[in-house]
């Protein structure tokens, strides 16, 4: 019986030291991967690994439904990738602009508002997902965006799901 119970004992430890806790669990990443453009005027700045982790976050719980692995599934021509967001008028390369863009949603020529269409900030009311993000989420959430571009380089936003 003592036997049964040290080693019930013994199990339950090495599962509870299984468990993934906050330190644990993260990824040290390289900084240059963290290394991301912050405005228009080609600024950088380097994302911790903890706002990269809640930016991925956030993507997963609001954006992810949508833009798995960085493609629309609304238009599969404009993604998340580098040569979409660069493309798009105004460029939405840059935190600023990926934050201005979920503020304030226009079309990939920039001539018409698609609040009504897009998630954003202004119409919570339609997108419940939004309404409750901070400008640190928005920002960590860009971030994870333009991070993933310098991780997986065009498969971010291509047609490949898997390697």
């Known amino acids: 019986m003592l036997k049964r119970f040290i ?12 468990l993934p806790t906050d330190n ?30 809640h930016g991925k976050r956030v993507f997963n719980n609001t954006c992810s439904q949508c833009h798995m692995v960085g493609r629309t599934k609304t238009n599969p021509n404009v993604t998340l990738g580098d040569t979409s967001l660069k493309g798009a008028e105004p460029p939405r390369d840059s935190i600023a602009a990926i934050v201005s863009y979920l503020q304030n949603p226009k079309t990939y020529d920039g001539e018409v508002d698609i609040s009504e269409f897009h998630p954003n900030t202004t119409r919570a009311d339609l997108y419940p997902e939004m309404r409750n993000l901070t400008e640190d989420d928005l920002n960590d959430l860009a971030g994870y965006i333009l991070s993933e571009i310098n991780i997986r380089g065009s498969r971010w936003g291509a047609g490949k799901v898997y390697d």
Do not use: C, H, P
């Open 7 to 18: 080693l019930g004992v013994l199990v339950t430890l090495f599962f509870a030291f299984q």
């Open 24 to 53: 644990a669990s993260a990824v040290e990443m390289d900084k240059n991967l963290r290394t991301v453009t912050q405005s228009g005027q080609g600024e950088t700045v380097v994302l911790s690994n903890a706002q990269f982790e």
